[in-house]
């Protein structure tokens, strides 16, 4: 079993606008020995489920302004943490963080829950797997909720905003999220800044933060490239469900020209709805956005 660090729970205290019960799991089939925690809010009996997936370096506190608008409309709300963000474990060793060990993960998470009519709500990392896992579970997700992401197929050029934040992040192996955070979203608080640095005590539990940017596939043959491929040819084709697609204009990664090709790549998708002011981090806009979704999907 690989070295992990688990975050003190000392560190989460006090979190400006999550006072949401921390769930753990400890034997997820495959991942048996990793502590994986995730959060599961609204009715336990509700007829859909918002399955919420953050990305690179957050963790589910940057759901924390949906949560509340989805639980109110009497859905059921699910955020994990990735394994090496949030309250999960941290394995300490790079190499552990690869495209398959996560999405197992997801995969792992959706069948031990008995998840069912899932809104899949992702961003960032969050869609680079999620995005994934429609193709194998057709029966269990029926809609598509997307947030500034893409398919890691390895047969497009990565654009020049993200070969910039990769090399960035090689820099900088001591990636601070707060301070990306409020460069991104100038209007968070100190207080809510800080809760995005919680996981990470310093420069060892960083391994995730670290490697996320560089388990982009970008060759044609690179983890999860394959996998990526098929699953923008499923979704082309074969996907039947409804998407909503929100996008922050100000995201010079993953923004608006990353978004369009995305939705020219999911059968039926709607015209997105466009956040002037957001940038990539498109859920600390997440009332609004949230609401809209509901609209969209007539689940008021």
């Known amino acids: 079993m690989t070295a992990t660090l688990r975050t003190p729970k000392e560190r989460f205290q006090d979190l400006p606008d999550f006072p ?16 994986m925690h995730y959060l599961d809010e609204g009715p336990r009996d509700a007829e ?5 997936l953050h990305g690179e370096p957050t963790w589910s506190y940057l759901y924390r302004k949906m949560i509340p608008v989805f639980s109110a409309a009497e ?3 699910v955020a994990p943490d990735f394994f090496g963000f949030g309250r999960s474990d941290k394995p300490v060793a790079e190499d552990v963080y690869q495209f398959d060990f996560h999405r197992g993960s997801l995969l792992a998470l959706i069948e031990y829950m008995d998840l069912k009519n899932i809104i899949l709500v992702c961003q960032d990392w969050g869609g680079l797997l999620g995005l994934t896992l429609p193709m194998d579970m057709p029966d269990r997700i029926t809609r598509l909720f997307i947030m500034n992401t893409t398919l890691g197929t390895g047969d497009v050029q990565l654009s020049e905003g993200f070969i910039d934040w990769r090399n960035w992040v090689r820099k900088n192996p001591d990636l601070g999220a707060g301070r990306l ?3 991104t979203c100038p209007h968070l608080s100190d207080q809510e800044c800080a809760a995005y640095d919680a996981p990470f005590p310093d420069i060892r539990y960083k391994a995730g933060v ?3 940017p560089e388990m982009v596939p970008d060759k044609p043959d690179a983890d999860g490239a394959e996998l990526s491929r098929r699953a923008r040819d499923w979704l082309k084709t074969e996907w039947s469900g409804e998407t909503f697609m929100a996008i922050g204009m100000r995201d010079p990664v993953l923004g608006p020209p990353v978004m369009e090709a995305l ?3 999911i059968a039926n998708c709607p ?3 466009e956040i002037a002011e957001a940038g990539h981090f498109v859920q600390e806009w997440g009332r609004d956005v949230a609401k809209k979704a509901l609209e969209a999907f007539r689940l008021l």
């Open 75 to 77: 859905h059921r709300v």
């Open 271 to 273: 015209q997105p709805f």
């Open 210 to 212: 670290r490697r996320f």
């Open 263 to 265: 939705s020219k790549s």
């Open 20 to 35: 949401y019960t921390p769930i753990y799991l400890e034997d997820l089939k495959g991942y048996e020995g990793l502590r």
């Open 48 to 52: 859909n489920v918002f399955l919420c």
């Open 181 to 183: 955070l409020h460069l």
